[in-house]
């Protein structure tokens, strides 16, 4: 199994989230009141989302964002472009990374959720399958998927005018006060499996690909800004401050489908970025091929003035200012975009290969030189072929080349992104863990041992906001069911050596004390395993618990369905007919989707899919159920 399934899921499926940062806590006003209304706070627009293997395209129009006042009253639009004009986001480049859309003011007032709007009509989002999908993905490697096959579900407007609004409610309000700082992180999830949602009949049968905004989308608090791992974001400059200490961009993004040479689509969104006057910012003239000069101003740079194409690593202040971290300047688009951007497809002896958002592999050969960075930092954690040994595929990592003409391409920096290691979880004891993961090429195949992070390493805070240090885990998808503290690591042992495989994944932290020079787990997100297609054996009891058997091995599984309200199992039901793919949640907290659900539920007759958590007694905690009307599936 890959885990299409993290925060990610799978060949079918996605989640939107909201999340509300730097505010929380008290009630704070019922509305937006009067006499406040002119006053403002700013709050940083971001995008983000969890990692998939099977897609390298993943593009969705994000046309508005509206602010839902507590207690009522009208919402309040803070992010809006013109639906015919807006730019695709590619959701699979922001793998635990947020891209920034804005900064803007937003009206002071307290905010309990939101409605984001995406585009509804055919061709509002596309879809391109990566060079090498995981074994039984429904679609061919490196293929766009044509918008015909594409069916976006929810969508309201009439034909040409066609949306999708999200309605996202918050774990905790957002406060925003005169002059303050916050953010909003829209969280997209490729690996839950209600977003892209697969049917293929039996036979040669035409593929069709619900997209489903609506439904499984949760509040993904940040409770420090600072933390944010930025996505390196483009834009044009179009002002450098006279003192040199910071510029202004408008914020581009890339067309698609993609063109030779790269183009841009230029947005009236302006980004105002420091420079970094304490440490120093690192710019590279791509045009020149100079770099990196560490600069702590940026008057008189050449090859920075206005006009200039820009790409910049930057981080978050605890002010919410931006300051870079790095930057590339080029007089033309083209020039910042051309090295590649990705999940790492192939390690190989001294090179790596990156799948592209055409789907495609790009091979960069690393030289004595090339040197790594961790997440836009400034200082070297390695450097040459050396330090391909502690790379694996799937992490994410943007390569900044030496000659974007050249053949082969060549490494300059390597910035890991994100360091992820995912599988099935084995040989857990309290020192460490291992993960191992089988692909289709047996030459990506790894075993991965992590040491836990130390005891005494900061590691965010909890749902009251509390410190945390030391190693913690949490059940997908219910990131409020957190263990933390002295007991975690016993207990998370206990959990992941039950007779159910259990399967996880880890965004590793480079040189902490428990590793000073390689990889350790601060966290563990356990994940649903996915059975195969099956067969309804027994209906819901009074218990809650259902069995089915799979279709082709013959096993029965135990389902445990909650329908609690905000733990509750999210049931589907996909329907195909007549060449149309429907996808319709069904709410299981209220009395009438609880009996549509069990009455669906036919006996050697329906058709499931069952993704849960593995529990000690060896049954499933269910955490979505598809059963199937219609046509039936093939897988």
Request: aromatic share 8%; with cysteine; glycine share 10%.
């Given at each position: 199994?890959?885990?299409?399934?993290?925060?990610?899921?799978?060949?079918?499926?996605?989640?939107?989230?909201?999340?509300?940062?730097?505010?929380?806590?008290?009630?704070?006003?019922?509305?937006?009141?009067?006499?406040?209304?002119?006053?403002?706070?700013?709050?940083?627009?971001?995008?983000?989302?969890?990692?998939?293997?099977?897609?390298?395209?993943?593009?969705?129009?994000?046309?508005?964002?509206?602010?839902?006042?507590?207690?009522?009253?009208?919402?309040?639009?803070?992010?809006?472009?013109?639906?015919?004009?807006?730019?695709?986001?590619?959701?699979?480049?922001?793998?635990?990374?947020?891209?920034?859309?804005?900064?803007?003011?937003?009206?002071?007032?307290?905010?309990?959720?939101?409605?984001?709007?995406?585009?509804?009509?055919?061709?509002?989002?596309?879809?391109?399958?990566?060079?090498?999908?995981?074994?039984?993905?429904?679609?061919?490697?490196?293929?766009?998927?044509?918008?015909?096959?594409?069916?976006i579900q929810h969508a309201q407007g009439s034909s040409g005018n066609l949306s999708v609004p999200i309605n996202v409610a918050f774990a905790s309000p957002l406060i925003v006060t005169a002059n303050s700082s916050n953010a909003l992180d829209l969280e997209f999830d490729l690996s839950h499996p209600a977003?892209?949602?697969?049917?293929?009949?039996?036979?040669?049968?035409?593929?069709?690909?619900?997209?489903?905004?609506?439904?499984?989308?949760?509040?993904?608090?940040?409770?420090?800004?600072?933390?944010?791992?930025?996505?390196?974001?483009?834009?044009?400059?179009?002002?450098?401050?006279?003192?040199?200490?910071?510029?202004?961009?408008?914020?581009?993004?890339?067309?698609?489908?993609?063109?030779?040479?790269?183009?841009?689509?230029?947005?009236?969104?302006?980004?105002?970025?420091?420079?970094?006057?304490?440490?120093?910012?690192?710019?590279?003239?791509?045009?020149?091929?100079?770099?990196?000069?560490?600069?702590?101003?940026?008057?008189?740079?050449?090859?920075?003035?206005?006009?200039?194409?820009?790409?910049?690593?930057?981080?978050?202040?605890?002010?919410?200012?931006?300051?870079?971290?790095?930057?590339?300047?080029?007089?033309?688009?083209?020039?910042?975009?051309?090295?590649?951007?990705?999940?790492?497809?192939?390690?190989?002896?001294?090179?790596?290969?990156?799948?592209?958002?055409?789907?495609?592999?790009?091979?960069?050969?690393?030289?004595?030189?090339?040197?790594?960075?961790?997440?836009?930092?400034?200082?070297?954690?390695?450097?040459?072929?050396?330090?391909?040994?502690?790379?694996?595929?799937?992490?994410?990592?943007?390569?900044?080349?030496?000659?974007?003409?050249?053949?082969?391409?060549?490494?300059?920096?390597?910035?890991?992104?994100?360091?992820?290691?995912?599988?099935?979880?084995?040989?857990?004891?309290?020192?460490?863990?291992?993960?191992?993961?089988?692909?289709?090429?047996?030459?990506?195949?790894y075993t991965q041992q992590l040491d836990y992070i130390s005891t005494t390493s900061a590691n965010g805070t909890d749902g009251s906001g509390n410190a945390i240090v030391g190693f913690k885990f949490w059940p997908f998808a219910y990131p409020t069911l957190l263990t933390d503290g002295s007991g975690a690591?016993?207990?998370?042992?206990?959990?992941?050596?039950?007779?159910?495989?259990?399967?996880?994944?880890?965004?590793?932290?480079?040189?902490?004390?428990?590793?000073?020079?390689?990889?350790?787990?601060?966290?563990?997100?356990?994940l649903p395993s996915p059975a195969p297609l099956a067969t309804v054996a027994g209906g819901l009891s009074s218990n809650d618990q259902f069995t089915f058997t799979t279709d082709v091995s013959a096993v029965t599984y135990t389902a445990d369905v909650s329908a609690s309200s905000g733990s509750a199992t999210?049931?589907?039901?996909?329907?195909?007919?007549?060449?149309?793919?429907?996808?319709?949640?069904?709410?299981?907290?209220?009395?009438?989707?609880?009996?549509?659900?069990?009455?669906?539920?036919?006996?050697?007759?329906?058709?499931?899919?069952?993704?849960?958590?593995?529990?000690?007694?060896?049954?499933?905690?269910?955490?979505?159920?598809?059963?199937?009307?219609?046509?039936?599936?093939?897988?």
């Amino acid at each position: 199994m890959h885990l299409k399934w993290v925060c990610r899921l799978a060949t079918g499926a996605a989640l939107v989230s909201l999340a509300a940062c730097g505010g929380s806590g008290n009630s704070g006003s019922n509305s937006i009141a009067s006499d406040t209304a002119a006053q403002t706070g700013n709050v940083s627009m971001l995008v983000s989302d969890a990692p998939t293997d099977d897609w390298a395209l993943v593009g969705v129009r994000v046309e508005s964002i509206a602010l839902v006042p507590q207690g009522g009253g009208a919402s309040v639009t803070v992010y809006s472009v013109d639906a015919a004009s807006a730019p695709y986001v590619n959701l699979v480049e922001l793998d635990q990374l947020s891209e920034i859309l804005g900064n803007v003011p937003v009206p002071v007032g307290t905010y309990t959720g939101a409605i984001v709007t995406v585009g509804g009509n055919s061709g509002d989002v596309a879809l391109t399958t990566s060079s090498d999908p995981e074994s039984g993905f429904a679609g061919a490697p490196s293929t766009s998927i044509p918008s015909s096959n594409i069916q976006i579900q929810h969508a309201q407007g009439s034909s040409g005018n066609l949306s999708v609004p999200i309605n996202v409610a918050f774990a905790s309000p957002l406060i925003v006060t005169a002059n303050s700082s916050n953010a909003l992180d829209l969280e997209f999830d490729l690996s839950h499996p209600a977003f892209i949602v697969a049917h293929q009949p039996p036979g040669a049968g035409t593929v069709l690909w619900g997209v489903n905004f609506t439904g499984p989308v949760r509040h993904h608090p940040i409770a420090d800004i600072t933390k944010l791992v930025l996505r390196q974001l483009y834009g044009t400059v179009t002002e450098i401050a006279s003192d040199g200490s910071s510029l202004t961009v408008d914020k581009d993004y890339r067309t698609y489908p993609i063109v030779n040479p790269e183009t841009a689509v230029q947005t009236s969104q302006a980004l105002t970025v420091d420079v970094d006057s304490a440490n120093g910012t690192l710019f590279y003239d791509v045009d020149a091929m100079s770099g990196p000069t560490k600069v702590t101003s940026f008057a008189g740079l050449t090859g920075l003035i206005d006009g200039s194409y820009l790409r910049i690593q930057a981080r978050y202040q605890a002010d919410g200012t931006l300051v870079a971290t790095r930057i590339w300047a080029s007089s033309t688009f083209n020039g910042v975009w051309a090295s590649p951007e990705g999940h790492v497809f192939d390690v190989g002896a001294d090179s790596i290969t990156v799948s592209n958002e055409s789907g495609q592999p790009v091979t960069v050969d690393i030289a004595s030189d090339t040197n790594f960075f961790f997440q836009g930092g400034t200082t070297a954690i390695g450097t040459g072929t050396s330090f391909l040994a502690n790379m694996v595929r799937g992490f994410k990592v943007h390569v900044d080349v030496v000659d974007p003409l050249a053949t082969p391409l060549v490494a300059q920096d390597v910035d890991i992104e994100t360091a992820e290691f995912s599988g099935q979880i084995g040989n857990a004891n309290t020192t460490s863990f291992d993960y191992t993961h089988d692909f289709i090429r047996s030459q990506d195949d790894y075993t991965q041992q992590l040491d836990y992070i130390s005891t005494t390493s900061a590691n965010g805070t909890d749902g009251s906001g509390n410190a945390i240090v030391g190693f913690k885990f949490w059940p997908f998808a219910y990131p409020t069911l957190l263990t933390d503290g002295s007991g975690a690591i016993g207990d998370f042992v206990s959990a992941v050596t039950t007779s159910i495989p259990a399967y996880g994944f880890t965004a590793a932290r480079w040189a902490d004390p428990a590793n000073p020079t390689g990889w350790s787990a601060p966290w563990v997100g356990l994940l649903p395993s996915p059975a195969p297609l099956a067969t309804v054996a027994g209906g819901l009891s009074s218990n809650d618990q259902f069995t089915f058997t799979t279709d082709v091995s013959a096993v029965t599984y135990t389902a445990d369905v909650s329908a609690s309200s905000g733990s509750a199992t999210l049931v589907y039901q996909v329907d195909r007919s007549n060449g149309i793919l429907t996808v319709s949640p069904i709410d299981i907290t209220t009395a009438s989707g609880l009996a549509t659900f069990t009455q669906a539920l036919v006996v050697g007759s329906t058709p499931v899919k069952v993704y849960g958590v593995p529990q000690a007694d060896g049954t499933l905690r269910a955490y979505v159920v598809f059963y199937y009307t219609g046509d039936s599936p093939a897988d």
